[in-house]
């Protein structure tokens, strides 16, 4: 029986997850998996009404569950950063999801606009560090509002938070098992201290990994070499902050944000699926967003729990349904959202 922690979130999140639940009810009676899912109401709407992000014990309580399973958490009546920090970054750092990942697949029948790429040039993943860098909230104000005002934000690299995140791009990419490369991604050339210790943490562990290609590139090299020579890649791993910039192109060179899902993985302990595409408020409650990102969202938490034959399978149904849309785009796939989670329901 897996716990799994539901928070459907703001804007068009409920309507996804709606979605992908369906499609794990239908997977989990096909293959025998007990699923007890516990709703949470944490967003903007509750933040609006009661000042609350996360309610004193929300922390607690979610250790006590396998997964959390996410729609989306941004509201256009909140000001930027509160819910960011107060919800999602809270909860990311204060379960150690230190690892976020984001496979980049361009699947058949999908648009992408790199020209005269396929889904074969286009299958990598990205493994960002999710729990430091520039993400730490570290930093201050000097002099505030004043001519001489000063403002400091710090990145922080531990030699522990870097090696964590190395070690688990290098057995991910052995167990890929695909071209079997893994390339850093950082900025050696500028961030001298910083990246220094990624470099060198880097080139200890690929020691420990002679079955797995190391490799190495600037992050700005990176974004032409993912629009040009995407193929280049197997698996990509990087700091918090350029892995949440690369992965925004990425989503867009795999088809754009109804399709791009991500994992914020503890592999010690609970870890939260969420589709990244955000909340998208103009859309919300129209029937019209994509369910497929929500939905590979569910897929990547069952490889994550260990099922890998139901994940495999939502896959296959997935892919099948996005074989008959006529578009990944909001309002142009040629069916409503719950239309969508009906196809891949049946596919299963
Ligand atoms: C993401 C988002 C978040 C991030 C924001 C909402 C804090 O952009 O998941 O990529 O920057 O990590
Ligand atoms: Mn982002």
Same mark, same amino acid.
């Given at each position: 029986?897996?716990?799994?922690?539901?928070?459907?979130?703001? &804007? !068009?999140?409920?309507?996804?997850?709606?979605?992908?639940? /369906?499609?794990?009810?239908?997977? %989990?009676?096909?293959?025998?998996? /007990?699923?007890?899912?516990? =709703?949470?109401?944490?967003?903007?709407?509750?933040?609006?009404?009661?000042?609350?992000?996360? #309610? =004193? &014990?929300?922390?607690? =309580?979610?250790?006590?569950?396998? %997964?959390?399973?996410?729609?989306?958490?941004?509201?256009?009546?909140?000001? #930027?950063?509160?819910?960011?920090?107060?919800?999602?970054?809270?909860?990311?750092?204060?379960?150690?999801?230190?690892?976020? +990942?984001?496979?980049?697949? +361009?699947? #058949?029948?999908?648009?992408?606009?790199?020209?005269?790429? /396929?889904?074969?040039?286009?299958?990598?993943?990205?493994?960002?560090?999710?729990?430091?860098? +520039?993400?730490?909230?570290?930093?201050?104000?000097?002099?505030?509002?004043?001519?001489?005002?000063?403002?400091?934000?710090?990145?922080?690299?531990?030699?522990?938070?870097?090696?964590?995140?190395?070690? $688990?791009?290098?057995?991910?990419?052995?167990?890929?098992?695909?071209?079997?490369? +893994?390339?850093?991604?950082?900025?050696?050339?500028?961030? !001298?201290?910083?990246?220094?210790?990624?470099?060198? !943490?880097?080139?200890?562990?690929?020691?420990?990994?002679?079955? *797995? /290609?190391?490799?190495?590139?600037? *992050?700005?090299?990176?974004?032409?070499?993912?629009?040009?020579?995407?193929?280049?890649?197997?698996?990509?791993?990087?700091?918090?902050?350029?892995?949440?910039?690369?992965?925004?192109?990425?989503?867009?060179?795999?088809?754009?944000?109804?399709?791009?899902?991500?994992?914020?993985?503890? @592999?010690?302990?609970?870890?939260?699926?969420? #589709?990244?595409?955000?909340?998208? @408020?103009? $859309? !919300?409650?129209?029937?019209?967003?994509?369910?497929?990102?929500?939905?590979?969202?569910?897929?990547?938490?069952?490889?994550?729990?260990?099922?890998?034959?139901?994940?495999?399978?939502?896959?296959?149904?997935?892919?099948?349904?996005?074989?008959?849309?006529?578009?990944?785009?909001? &309002?142009?796939?040629? $069916?409503?959202?719950?239309?969508?989670?009906?196809?891949?329901?049946?596919?299963?």
């Amino acid at each position: 029986m897996y716990k799994i922690a539901v928070m459907p979130g703001d &804007g !068009t999140g409920p309507e996804v997850v709606n979605e992908g639940l /369906k499609v794990l009810k239908k997977a %989990a009676a096909k293959f025998s998996i /007990k699923f007890d899912f516990k =709703e949470f109401d944490f967003g903007g709407e509750r933040y609006l009404k009661t000042g609350e992000t996360l #309610p =004193e &014990g929300a922390i607690e =309580e979610l250790r006590g569950f396998q %997964a959390i399973y996410l729609g989306a958490i941004g509201h256009p009546d909140v000001k #930027p950063g509160i819910l960011e920090t107060g919800i999602l970054l809270k909860l990311r750092f204060s379960l150690e999801q230190y690892i976020n +990942l984001r496979p980049i697949k +361009l699947y #058949p029948n999908v648009e992408t606009p790199l020209a005269n790429k /396929k889904p074969e040039d286009i299958d990598f993943v990205v493994v960002r560090e999710n729990t430091e860098g +520039l993400y730490c909230g570290v930093g201050g104000f000097f002099k505030k509002g004043t001519p001489d005002e000063v403002a400091v934000q710090q990145m922080i690299n531990t030699r522990k938070g870097v090696e964590r995140c190395i070690r $688990y791009a290098f057995e991910f990419t052995r167990k890929r098992n695909r071209e079997k490369k +893994l390339t850093l991604c950082a900025k050696i050339n500028v961030l !001298t201290y910083a990246h220094d210790l990624w470099l060198r !943490t880097f080139n200890e562990v690929a020691a420990e990994y002679p079955d *797995v /290609k190391s490799d190495y590139a600037h *992050v700005d090299a990176i974004t032409m070499w993912m629009v040009k020579n995407p193929e280049w890649f197997d698996v990509i791993v990087t700091t918090n902050m350029f892995g949440d910039i690369i992965t925004d192109l990425g989503a867009m060179v795999q088809g754009g944000m109804g399709i791009a899902a991500g994992g914020n993985i503890n @592999p010690h302990g609970v870890s939260m699926f969420e #589709p990244i595409g955000g909340s998208a @408020p103009k $859309y !919300t409650g129209k029937n019209v967003i994509n369910p497929i990102a929500a939905i590979l969202a569910a897929q990547m938490m069952l490889a994550q729990l260990g099922e890998q034959e139901a994940a495999a399978n939502v896959e296959k149904a997935a892919v099948a349904a996005i074989g008959k849309m006529k578009s990944m785009a909001a &309002g142009r796939m040629g $069916y409503t959202t719950s239309e969508v989670g009906d196809l891949v329901a049946e596919g299963i």
